[in-house]
């Protein structure tokens, strides 16, 4: 394509493309939705994109130059449907329209950006979920720190926080992994920030780059509020989102809420690996919310408390009178059934008022949306009601919270109709007796219609065409029909105005008299409806903040019920969380997978641990066995009763923790150039270096991406590091095959072992899924192929060598662990590994310099026989 917006000379072109390349240049990394009648029109360069991203016939039209514009379009009824597709897949929008009516215009009719749609400011409820925030992040570096703003445009939060201490990059990941932002704005030179790639290729997160004026301090002097002393970090990205809003909605949004600093300190610290291996929002497979813990737990009935749960559980508190304030609110509600059943009730029927309040203020409401909020404020009274004696001074203080604004309900009740169009600007909107204007004019097109249905019936009875009829469109108004059969008795006075296929339309200077007086009033009316209309609109706006602060309490009081809900139904305990080490639970089980199974089929279990005997759990067993479930089920009740629920077990009692950390499978990072291996490794070396004495370690298979010696050597090392308390001694699951490791416990401090259970019959083993004290010394690999369906004889085949190498090997060798001579390091030594050295050497050297292809299988095994009895002389100087 030759002709591009950017090369084109206006003063060659006409002045409706002149008009257009006007307002593409002042939003050029846009795609243009030009309104021309009941079109919207993209040209040049848009066009070509559109065409392929929606699979739009590309045609042209003639711009006043020898080469016609590239143009494609779409039905104005019908944009929203392909702005979603062309939003969903990473471009911004800019709508045009007309703003000024047409019959008035001089000239060009006058057109302007309305609203400008990107990821992180859509409003539109069709795309968004209403289950989740759609944020939209800014990010302000100065040196080694960050400022983090974030906004949820439909809803109204506004929050910020300044990361200052350690290693920012890190905590500044986990902080946007959280959000989950939709488009983060960056200034130009973020761009060379190791994070930049991370987070446009890993996370598919949408960066724009915004000036870098956007985020000085003149911004932050003129866009926020006067913040005393030194301006922290976070204004300027708060700035840079206010004024990105501004300009994409052309209005400003004044229901965003004031900024509200927050400190990381506050909340339970979860990486995004750990958000991940947990599937706490969604699953690892396929980015489902079907079989996450948000899935599992998430009773509430209206999307407002759907919202605010999910927030909870990615922020686990670390105070616990702030636990406990919302335990004992569950508490009540559980204890008064049918309270919480009356109540959750009356809540099914409550709308998003924090969505509603937003199109409010920005002047995107239509009439259903004054109805929806018309009969939530009409609710409210009743759930007030339900909360009456409630005994419980948290939620006795949200119902306090709870406005049901009266005069704005009744005046509402009274303007409204029960069940307006979807336009506001096509009448049919305002109640028969609220506007003496509105009732005159109505009067006025009712008896307009009644007497073009008397002139109807009148021409019938004239010309003798019994189908003649009147009909009306918007390019010949009013019109007498009268099919071909009938044209010879049309009298001479009709004046034809088209023809079509089977009739021709016909007027004449009677009908288009009242024509122009229906039309007249008509236009009158629907002009003077959307008037009070807007009237309405804007009162409504006017309470946006007490409507925010009722949503606010309707949403905690859902989230409340909701919990009290799940606990009763699948008996869940209320864990007694505090500042203690203890890490005890009864009876425990996963929350997510004991809802996928039939009821009563997953087997409980117990876990005591504390940060000085029994911190770390060497857990052995098969694959398949519950390893790895049984070890997030603990991870998952930690988080849960640090959110204020109850959780799934008969007695927990959790001393507080500030990290989750886990190291659960590993996959190849092939963009990144990382081995499976590697991807192991440096998560581990993330734990290590960020975990403290009150975190929970949850470590799965560490070490088994290399060779059996490298892995058991890093593992080994490992678990001394962990449980040593002057290094770290935090509370760890330690899942492992390599069960040579199981030979620590009783030589470690703290170190203690413990295994699935499994049953052996008639030659089958079978998985009991109970963690016992003790370990287990065969992993059962054979078995577990067996039940994946590898062929019998591939079984059958697998057993005769497991058995044969047995006799050859013997017994696995009890590791001997012995303090190292070095005075200043208490650390236990694996094997010498200078001895180890000077025995494999030779082997080694001789098997790197060997040519197997001119070896006889006689050569080969005398060969065999040599090297065994060499590496068996080398093993017995070891230990």
């Given at each position: 394509m030759s002709l591009t917006t950017q090369t084109i000379d206006t003063e060659k072109i006409t002045p409706m493309m002149q008009q257009y390349l006007e307002l593409k240049r002042q939003w050029p990394d846009c795609i243009l939705f030009f309104r021309l009648g009941d079109f919207y029109e993209l040209f040049f360069e848009d066009a070509v994109t559109a065409s392929r991203e929606l699979e739009l016939t590309l045609t042209g039209r003639d711009c006043g130059l020898e080469?016609?514009?590239?143009?494609?379009?779409?039905?104005?009824?019908?944009?929203?449907?392909?702005?979603?597709?062309?939003?969903?897949?990473?471009?911004?929008?800019?709508?045009?329209?007309?703003?000024?009516d047409p019959a008035l215009a001089k000239g060009i009719?006058?057109?302007?950006?309305?609203?400008?749609?990107?990821?992180?400011?859509?409003?539109?409820?069709?795309?968004?979920?209403?289950?989740?925030?759609?944020?939209?992040l800014a990010i302000y570096k100065l040196n080694r720190y960050y400022g983090l703003a974030a906004c949820d445009l439909t809803t109204g939060p506004f929050e910020a926080t300044a990361l200052i201490t350690g290693a920012t990059s890190a905590k500044l990941l986990d902080e946007i992994v959280r959000y989950a932002p939709s488009e983060i704005l960056v200034m130009d030179a973020f761009r060379e920030d190791p994070l930049y790639s991370v987070l446009t290729e890993k996370y598919n997160i949408v960066l724009t780059t915004r000036p870098d004026s956007n985020f000085s301090l003149?911004?932050?002097?003129?866009?926020?509020?006067?913040?005393?002393?030194?301006?922290?970090?976070?204004?300027?990205?708060?700035?840079?989102?206010?004024?990105?809003?501004?300009?994409?909605?052309?209005?400003?949004?004044s229901h965003i809420k004031p900024v509200q600093p927050y400190s990381l300190d506050g909340f339970m610290n979860l990486d995004p690996i750990a958000r991940r291996n947990l599937e706490i929002t969604e699953t690892i497979r396929d980015q489902n919310r079907k079989g996450s813990l948000l899935w599992a737990i998430d009773r509430s009935v209206t999307a407002l408390g759907s919202r605010l749960l999910r927030r909870w559980i990615e922020q686990p508190l670390l105070n616990c009178s702030d636990i406990r304030q919302r335990q004992d609110a569950v508490a009540a509600f559980k204890?008064?059934?049918?309270?919480?059943?009356?109540?959750?009730?009356?809540?099914?029927?409550?709308?998003d008022l924090e969505r509603l309040g937003s199109k409010l203020t920005m002047g995107q409401a239509n009439g259903r949306d004054l109805v929806a909020l018309r009969q939530t404020l009409g609710k409210l009274p009743a759930v007030r009601s339900h909360l009456d004696g409630v005994g419980e001074s948290w939620l006795a203080e949200l119902a306090g919270r709870i406005d049901d604004l009266p005069e704005l309900t009744g005046l509402l009740e009274r303007a409204l109709v029960d069940d307006p169009p979807v336009s506001v600007k096509e009448g049919g909107l305002i109640r028969a007796g609220f506007d003496e204007q509105i009732d005159h004019l109505r009067e006025a097109a009712t008896n307009g219609q009644q007497w073009i249905l008397d002139?109807?019936?009148?021409?019938?009875?004239?010309?003798?065409?019994?189908?003649?009829?009147?009909?009306?469109?918007?390019?010949?108004?009013?019109?007498?029909?009268?099919?071909?059969?009938?044209?010879?008795?049309?009298?001479?006075?009709?004046?034809?105005?088209?023809?079509l296929a089977n009739s021709e339309r016909f007027v004449t200077a009677e009908l288009k008299e009242m024509e122009d007086t229906i039309l007249s009033a008509q236009q009158k009316l629907v002009a003077r409806e959307y008037d009070v209309f807007v009237m309405l609109r804007e009162t409504a706006a006017d309470r946006i903040r007490d409507l925010q602060q009722t949503a606010q309490a309707l949403a905690t009081l859902d989230v409340l019920a909701a919990l009290a809900e799940l606990a009763d139904r699948e008996q869940y305990c209320r864990p007694e969380v505090d500042l203690s080490d203890q890490l005890r639970i009864r009876q425990g089980r996963h929350p997510v997978i004991e809802r996928v199974l039939p009821a009563g089929e997953f087997v409980p279990n117990d876990l005591a641990m504390d940060m000085n005997a029994a911190r770390l759990m060497i857990l052995t067993g098969p694959n398949m066995a519950g390893k790895s479930t049984y070890m997030r089920q603990v991870a998952l009740i930690v988080l849960l009763a640090q959110c204020g629920s109850f959780v799934p077990a008969a007695e927990a009692h959790i001393g507080l923790v500030d990290r989750i950390f886990t190291r659960i499978g590993a996959s190849d990072d092939l963009a990144g150039g990382a081995s499976t291996f590697m991807v192991e490794m440096n998560e581990v070396a993330q734990i290590l270096q960020h975990a403290t004495p009150r975190s929970l370690l949850v470590l799965d298979e560490i070490g088994r991406g290399t060779s059996t010696y490298d892995g058991l050597s890093i593992a080994w090392s490992v678990i001394e590091h962990v449980a040593d308390r002057d290094n770290l001694g935090c509370r760890t699951l330690f899942a492992t095959h390599y069960h040579e490791l199981t030979d620590l416990a009783p030589k470690m401090p703290g170190v203690f072992n413990s295994h699935v259970a499994v049953s052996e019959e008639g030659g089958r083993v079978n998985f009991l899924h109970q963690i016992r004290s003790g370990s287990c010394d065969d992993s059962y690999g054979i078995e577990v192929a067996r039940l994946a369906g590898v062929p019998a004889a591939v079984v059958t085949r697998a057993q005769d060598i497991l058995l044969q190498l047995e006799q050859e090997m013997g017994p696995r060798q009890k590791l001997k662990v012995r303090r190292n001579a070095r005075p200043m390091d208490g650390q236990i030594d694996l094997f010498s590994a200078s001895q180890a050295l000077k025995n494999t050497d030779g082997i080694i050297e001789q098997l790197s310099e060997l040519d197997i292809h001119k070896l006889t299988p006689l050569d080969a095994l005398n060969l065999l026989h040599d090297l065994h009895q060499r590496a068996s002389r080398g093993k017995r100087s070891l230990t």
């Open positions: 080469e016609r514009a590239p143009m494609c379009g779409v039905p104005y009824h019908a944009v929203d449907s392909y702005i979603h597709r062309m939003i969903n897949r990473g471009y911004k929008i800019a709508i045009c329209d007309q703003v000024e009719v006058k057109r302007d950006v309305i609203r400008v749609i990107t990821p992180g400011t859509i409003t539109d409820p069709a795309i968004l979920d209403e289950r989740r925030n759609n944020y939209i003149e911004a932050v002097e003129k866009w926020l509020e006067p913040l005393e002393g030194q301006q922290p970090l976070w204004s300027q990205a708060a700035a840079a989102i206010l004024i990105y809003l501004v300009e994409t909605q052309r209005v400003k949004p204890e008064q059934f049918m309270r919480r059943q009356e109540l959750r009730e009356c809540l099914h029927g409550i709308h002139l109807e019936k009148s021409e019938r009875e004239k010309t003798g065409i019994k189908s003649l009829k009147i009909s009306y469109n918007r390019v010949f108004g009013y019109t007498l029909d009268v099919t071909k059969a009938n044209l010879a008795q049309v009298p001479e006075h009709y004046q034809r105005r088209q023809t």
